[in-house]
């Protein structure tokens, strides 16, 4: 009776210890095919009523412990059986027989296909593609094929292989995986990269190795210049080469602009391009190649000589010290001055 209820209570079971006893059997003893024993507690294979009264002594390894029949792992139950076992094959065996867990063995005149092993073809015609069956079960392949190495299947044979990243998909025909382009003189799959790899060699699948004095960019290698190159080009290794109205510098690693003519109050800031100093515009008719001083408000009787600086006019001065507006100088007597707030060494001429 205990035995019928281990299904019953099997989830709530601690298991203690766990051992397989001859899950493959023999010829003696064939029910005993993956089955195992399990070592529970007593108690939990009883009753609630069962357990009200005193538990009896089990056969396992302690008095507590009682040793039940499962199935052992990839096996499962046969139903409408007391305990019998049998493998499990979780893709099931198409014309076969499920022998072990996971284990598919085939029926007479069946085999087992390379892309699923868990599926039996017949041996022709399936087994027999671009080839012959014989009376014996075997192909006989057409040209440009050979037999696989179990000799079931014709394959395609390339003579001399298809290299890394290729495989053999018709009579001399190769066919390259995604990042391997053929190689048109060896007829093999070799490494591609997109672009190509400028001054490098392509080691794998859109990857490049640069020689040296070379760096990688964008997935090229492109020349290296370590100083800098600034408003040029790196057109070789340290090499900066400028672009047409612009000069390299003493340095060797930046381009600066070239101005035909001179820029006057002003600073050559691109190729025959004049930008004016601080307080200095574009001379009218210049080419923008003269800047000349700028007064905001203007220089009324005077010259703009210098950044918001007038210099006066002939016949006229300064209003006052710092100041911008120029007036009518008017003529004075020796009357109006004050010699007395003329120092004596003036006066004397000292």
């Known amino acids: 009776m205990w035995k019928f209820l281990v299904t019953f209570f099997f989830t709530s079971i601690v298991a203690q210890q766990f051992s397989a006893i001859n899950p493959h059997g023999n010829q003696q003893n064939r029910s005993r095919i993956g089955v195992c024993t399990l070592e529970v507690p007593t108690k939990d294979i009883l009753s609630p009523d069962q357990r009200q009264s005193e538990i009896p002594r089990g056969n396992g390894s302690r008095p507590d412990l009682t ?3 499962i199935c052992c792992s990839g096996y499962e139950r046969i139903p409408h059986t007391f305990l019998h076992c049998q493998p499990i094959c979780d893709k099931g065996c198409e014309n076969g027989n499920c022998t072990a867990p996971n284990v598919c063995s085939c029926k007479h005149g069946f ?3 390379e892309e699923d092993h868990t599926k039996c073809v017949p041996t022709c015609p399936i087994g027999c593609l671009n080839g012959v069956c014989t009376n014996r079960g ?3 392949c057409n040209y440009g094929f050979r037999h696989s190495p179990d000799g079931k299947y014709c394959t395609p044979h390339c003579s001399d292989g298809c ?3 290729g495989k053999c998909t018709g009579p001399e025909t190769c066919s390259c995986n995604p990042g391997f382009v053929i190689n048109e003189e060896t007829r093999k799959c070799e490494y591609h990269c997109e672009g190509g790899c400028g001054q490098g060699t392509c080691i794998g699948p859109n990857k490049c190795s640069c020689r040296s004095g070379y760096v990688l960019r964008q997935n090229s290698c492109v020349p290296d210049c370590p100083r800098g190159c600034h408003n040029g080009v790196c057109s070789a290794p340290n090499t900066c080469t400028c ?8 340095s060797g690693s930046q381009c600066i602009p070239h101005c035909s003519s001179q820029c006057l109050n002003g ?4 190729p025959d391009t004049c930008e004016c100093k601080k307080g200095y515009t574009e001379a009218p008719g210049s080419g923008g190649f003269k800047c000349v001083a700028y007064c905001p408000d203007g220089c009324d009787n005077g010259v703009c000589s210098a950044p918001n600086f007038c210099i006066c006019n002939p016949g006229f001065m300064k209003e006052f010290k710092g100041s911008n ?3 009518r100088r008017v003529r004075r007597s020796l009357s109006d001055i004050h010699f007395e707030l003329i120092p004596d060494e003036v006066l004397k001429g000292h």
């Open 325 to 327: 507006r120029c007036i």
């Open 67 to 69: 040793r039940i029949d």
């Open 163 to 165: 290299g890394i990243g």
């Open 243 to 250: 672009k047409h109205g612009w000069n390299l510098d003493r």
């Open 138 to 140: 075997n192909c006989d």
């Open 267 to 270: 600073n050559c800031v691109g």
């Open 111 to 113: 085999i087992k296909i």
